[in-house]
């Protein structure tokens, strides 16, 4: 057997013999999470938007202008 074949068994195993947690979830803790997700990426847009010429300059998408205008 490769390791991959034996890492996926492994895994395969482990899922299969878990037991039940008896937690509850709060729907208030559903909200936080969603809200948590939702300005996570909020706050990646407006970052990006703010360096988006250094950004675009980085990956090549826009040449670099030579003018002292800065």
Do not use: C, N
């Not at 999470?33 to 980085?58: E, N, P, S």
């Amino acid at each position: 057997m490769t390791l991959r074949q034996v890492l996926f068994a492994a895994i395969g195993l482990l899922l299969a013999s878990a037991s039940p947690a008896y937690a509850y979830v709060d729907p208030g803790s559903g909200g936080m999470i969603v809200q948590l997700l939702l300005g996570g990426t909020a706050g990646v847009v407006v970052l990006a938007k703010l360096f988006w010429h250094r950004l675009a300059r980085f990956f090549g998408v826009k040449p670099r202008e030579d003018d002292d205008t800065r």
